[in-house]
């Protein structure tokens, strides 16, 4: 019996991930781009699984029930796999990462060996029918299911968590070496992650249900519903990700804790370089300071300067250079009438959604709350 809906979802999905790969053939192969592509494979075999149920396809060919399995265990991986490549300047993925992730399906095989090799076609498909299956065979696949399941849900979750400390990671490392950080953040992630972690949560808690023979309203209706959204946003964003420089990624993880190599009078000497520079100067003014031109305006390392800004300062270059911008801002605010677009401007962001955000983080309320507030008490 073929249920419509999903059916209809399903084969939309799969459209879209092969068009997506298409595109992406077309590209370079850099490798943001060879990641993606593989993810993008294993979800087109994920969708086709679900689309075999859904489609009543099953009942010509039993024998390929659950053959996806081992291969959706490797969309937790392959989706850190892909924010590896776009967001770590690391050239090189940890191979303890790769045995983990390679580790997924053999668990998977290993648990299916009985349902492979135990269980005829023939009893398969009478499986799905709870007047003609066998209760010791029902036995086998429920446990079998159940295995798999949770060790889809503990490998998702695991690389899920890896790949949100990589994007932290990466703003933090693009914040101590830019000012300008928006076309390099790559912020449209975390969200996605977001998505896709309740996505594949509802997806391991509707296959389980499924298994059990449990239904409810929603059963086949809003979990398709939700990955269709999902891998039509996240397909989108994917695309329109320009593949970032080794520069624009920041500087490769360096391990352990950096040690202290100046002595107080040394990163005293700099800070009060660093002042003068803002102040004096007004570097802040350039909305694409970096940290290697403040090292070559005043003559310091850029090590010795972030050591500065993180041991003595307690701060970052990000946040260094908008205390300034955000106090320039300040000035123009109370001392003048210009929109706050232009104010946002002049003293050196590129947005004004950025100018915003770090404004009211900064102050405490929004540039034009501020400046209401200022001509109110004076």
Request: proline share 4%; glycine share 4%; net charge positive.
């Given at each position: 019996?073929?249920?419509?809906?999903?059916?209809?979802?399903?084969?939309?999905?799969?459209?879209?991930?092969?068009?997506?790969?298409?595109?992406?053939?077309?590209?370079?192969?850099e490798?943001?781009?060879?990641?993606?592509?593989?993810?993008?494979?294993?979800?087109?075999?994920?969708?086709?699984?679900?689309?075999?149920?859904?489609?009543?396809?099953?009942?010509?060919?039993?024998?390929?029930?659950?053959?996806?399995?081992?291969?959706?265990?490797?969309?937790?991986?392959?989706?850190?796999?892909?924010?590896?490549?776009?967001?770590?300047?690391?050239?090189?993925?940890?191979?303890?990462?790769?045995?983990?992730?390679?580790?997924?399906?053999?668990?998977?095989?290993?648990?299916?060996?009985?349902?492979?090799?135990?269980?005829?076609?023939?009893?398969?498909?009478?499986?799905?029918?709870?007047?003609?299956?066998?209760?010791?065979?029902w036995?086998?696949?429920?446990?079998?299911?159940?295995?798999?399941?949770?060790?889809?849900?503990?490998?998702?979750a695991?690389?899920?968590?890896?790949?949100?400390?990589?994007?932290?990671?990466?703003?933090?490392?693009?914040?101590?070496?830019?000012?300008?950080?928006?076309?390099?953040?790559?912020?449209?992630?975390?969200?996605?992650?977001?998505?896709?972690?309740?996505?594949?949560?509802?997806?391991?808690?509707?296959?389980?249900?499924?298994?059990?023979?449990?239904?409810?309203?929603?059963?086949?209706?809003?979990?398709?519903?939700?990955?269709?959204?999902?891998?039509?946003?996240?397909?989108?964003?994917?695309?329109?990700?320009?593949?970032?420089s080794?520069?624009?990624?920041?500087?490769?993880k360096?391990?352990?804790?950096?040690?202290?190599?100046?002595?107080?009078?040394?990163?005293?000497?700099?800070?009060?370089?660093?002042?003068?520079?803002?102040?004096?100067?007004?570097?802040?003014?350039?909305?694409s300071?970096?940290?290697?031109?403040?090292?070559?305006?005043?003559?310091?390392?850029?090590?010795?300067?972030?050591?500065?800004?993180?041991?003595?300062?307690?701060?970052?270059?990000?946040?260094?250079?908008?205390?300034?911008?955000?106090?320039?801002?300040?000035?123009?605010?109370?001392?003048?009438?210009?929109?706050?677009?232009?104010?946002?401007?002049?003293?050196?962001?590129?947005?004004?959604?950025t100018?915003?955000?770090?404004?009211?983080?900064?102050?405490?309320q929004?540039?034009?709350?501020?400046?209401?507030?200022?001509?109110?008490?004076?």
């Open positions: 019996m073929v249920n419509v809906f999903p059916t209809v979802l399903y084969s939309c999905m799969i459209g879209m991930a092969f068009i997506a790969l298409l595109d992406l053939f077309n590209r370079g192969k490798r943001q781009n060879l990641f993606l592509k593989g993810l993008l494979l294993l979800l087109v075999i994920h969708l086709a699984g679900e689309l075999f149920i859904y489609s009543g396809a099953y009942v010509y060919a039993p024998e390929l029930a659950g053959l996806q399995f081992p291969f959706r265990i490797l969309m937790g991986p392959a989706l850190f796999f892909y924010a590896h490549a776009t967001m770590s300047a690391d050239k090189k993925i940890d191979k303890k990462y790769w045995l983990m992730a390679l580790s997924g399906p053999a668990l998977v095989v290993i648990v299916m060996l009985p349902f492979l090799f135990m269980i005829t076609p023939a009893e398969k498909l009478a499986l799905a029918n709870p007047a003609t299956r066998d209760p010791e065979l036995r086998i696949s429920i446990l079998t299911c159940s295995i798999v399941t949770t060790l889809f849900i503990i490998y998702t695991y690389f899920l968590l890896l790949a949100f400390q990589l994007h932290r990671a990466h703003n933090q490392q693009l914040m101590e070496r830019f000012s300008d950080i928006e076309q390099r953040s790559v912020d449209w992630f975390k969200p996605i992650l977001v998505i896709w972690g309740a996505v594949w949560c509802m997806f391991a808690i509707e296959f389980t249900l499924n298994a059990l023979g449990w239904r409810w309203f929603g059963t086949g209706r809003l979990l398709p519903a939700l990955e269709v959204v999902a891998l039509a946003i996240f397909i989108q964003k994917a695309l329109s990700q320009k593949v970032l080794h520069v624009d990624k920041g500087v490769p360096t391990q352990g804790t950096r040690t202290a190599l100046l002595s107080e009078d040394k990163m005293q000497s700099i800070a009060n370089k660093l002042r003068h520079a803002m102040q004096s100067e007004q570097l802040f003014l350039d909305e300071l970096s940290l290697k031109r403040l090292s070559e305006e005043i003559r310091e390392s850029e090590n010795h300067i972030s050591e500065t800004f993180s041991q003595h300062l307690n701060t970052n270059f990000f946040q260094f250079v908008n205390g300034f911008r955000i106090e320039a801002a300040k000035t123009a605010l109370t001392e003048t009438t210009k929109q706050v677009t232009i104010i946002a401007f002049e003293v050196g962001f590129n947005s004004k959604s100018f915003n955000t770090a404004f009211k983080k900064i102050v405490g929004s540039p034009s709350v501020y400046r209401k507030s200022f001509l109110e008490n004076n």
